[in-house]
């Protein structure tokens, strides 16, 4: 490597020799004095590394213990566990838009989940419980905008009741706490506009703002010193060096320079909506876990109409193990104000960030075309298929949804309000990943890839990254 390096310095040098060019020792900036403003914005790691006066040891060509690839909940807090246990690290944050949480985290109901809908036994369940304890006392130690508003899983009929009752026994058996089957009559005494068989009440479910968490976590990341969030990162080529570390190229997205270079020892990659390609970039299996990506759009309450309903009122799961159906929500959103959303549908989309239903990329179509699982899938749920992409298009036939256990809602009373846009991973078959997936071993045991984190991901953050931080102690072999 050394041998490498030098003789590039000398080709360099004898180059400029013939050129007869004088190159001054440095630019404007370069190995000045720490600006305070600057670590105050982006922390004492980025600070420190801007006025490094070697080009190559700068900003656009760092040094690292570890490198995350992905700025959503799961990224920022699988980064945040690395500094909890390993005080000596320092470690990267690489994300391609120009904030954190940018696409799945900014864009969903942002309902703390409590664990009904997961298979006991399984880590998504097992995370579910306890991400939601980790984030309600996140949010409590920081002060964050953070209820514990209850739930309620509504059947319309004796048989939706069947599946409140399947709920209860699988939530019970995960651990979730305080549920309880109620009537009809106690629906109306919690909420008065529902109409219900019977429902089940979950009285630990929550509300957060997921954007504004994540916003929290980077900023403790940055304050430490040890951790810097590359934002306009879009990491697009993976090596293994000579001296056994893996360098990631890449740059702002659309744009063909300049590309920067970050080498670190190991690399977790938490890729959301594109962790299929990014997975299949570090050397992963690109046959398997391939992402489709689904939209759902939201609609708002009028102001004069928001207090509608004070709790969660969810129908009982659909099926086909994508949609939970089109629920109310009252939020907790800093962005977008409090509000109850309606929503969302679960529509194909025909785009990774396919925010609009006429939003297109090719390459996201070839994708979903070929990708025979997902047509498995189609075929299985054929009207619920087409119903959601119906529900999409007709406003009306979307609050019909609603409707079913909130009688009263009608057309006048709601506007448009966000879209969100989903990840899932299909099985063999057409079934719906029921667990996280988690890729290891790649790179002759220097990455680990995050593959499937779908709902309750943004519950499950805080205990997703502890269960990928053990994976990455035993693959990396780390020594607290």
Not at 42 to 65: C, I, M, Q, S, W
Request: some cysteine.
């Amino acid at each position: 490597m050394f041998r490498l390096v030098l003789t590039r310095r000398l080709h360099t040098t004898n180059r400029l020799c013939q050129q007869n060019l004088k190159l001054w020792d440095q630019l404007p900036g370069e190995g000045g004095q720490l600006k305070t403003g600057l670590q105050d914005l982006l922390g004492p790691l980025r600070a420190t590394n801007f006025k490094n006066p070697n080009p190559r040891e700068t900003v656009g060509y760092d040094h690292f213990d570890v490198a995350i690839v992905g700025g959503g909940i799961v990224g920022l807090a699988t980064a945040r566990e690395i500094l909890k246990r390993y005080p000596n690290l320092r470690l990267t944050v690489l994300e391609k838009e120009s904030d954190v949480a940018g696409q799945q985290t900014g864009h969903n109901s942002g309902v703390i989940h409590a664990g009904l809908y997961y298979e006991p036994g399984s880590e998504m369940a097992r995370t579910c419980v306890r991400g939601a304890e980790l984030m309600y006392e996140y949010c409590e130690k920081h002060d964050l905008p953070v209820e514990r508003c209850g739930k309620l899983v509504v059947a319309c009929n004796e048989k939706e009741h069947e599946q409140v009752e399947k709920l209860y026994h699988q939530g019970t058996a995960n651990g979730v706490k305080g549920l309880k089957i109620i009537n009809s009559e106690e629906v109306t005494e919690l909420e008065p506009n529902v109409k219900a068989y019977s429902a089940l009440y979950s009285p630990n479910t929550g509300i957060v703002n997921y954007w504004l968490v994540s916003q929290c976590i980077a900023n403790e990341l940055r304050k430490s010193g040890r951790a810097d969030i590359k934002t306009s990162f879009e990491a697009k080529k993976f090596e293994k060096t000579m001296d056994g570390q893996v360098q990631i190229s890449g740059g702002e997205k659309i744009m063909d320079g300049p590309i920067l270079k970050v080498t670190a020892k190991h690399v977790i990659t938490c890729g959301g909506l594109y962790s299929d390609r990014i997975a299949t970039l570090t050397g992963g299996n690109g046959h398997k876990h391939k992402i489709v990506s689904f939209r759902g759009t939201y609609y708002q309450l009028k102001p004069e109409y928001r207090t509608l309903v004070k709790r969660n009122i969810y129908p009982v799961p659909s099926g086909g193990g994508i949609p939970v159906g089109v629920h109310f929500t009252p939020t907790v959103d800093v962005r977008r104000g409090h509000q109850t959303i309606v929503g969302p549908g679960a529509c194909i989309t025909f785009s990774r960030e396919g925010y609009r239903f006429f939003d297109v990329k090719i390459k996201d179509v070839w994708d979903n075309l070929m990708n025979g699982a997902f047509w498995s899938f189609a075929f299985k749920n054929f009207s619920l298929s087409l119903g959601e992409v119906y529900r999409d298009l007709n406003t009306n036939a979307f609050l019909k949804s609603g409707q079913k256990f909130v009688p009263g809602l009608t057309a006048d009373m709601v506007e448009p309000s966000f879209a969100g846009v989903m990840a899932q991973v299909f099985e063999k078959g057409g079934i719906a990943a029921k667990d996280f997936i988690v890729e290891r071993n790649v790179m002759d045991g220097l990455i680990l890839n995050v593959r499937n984190a779908p709902s309750p991901a943004c519950t499950a953050s805080f205990a997703i990254g502890e269960m990928v931080i053990d994976c990455a102690e035993k693959d990396f072999n780390w020594k607290k």
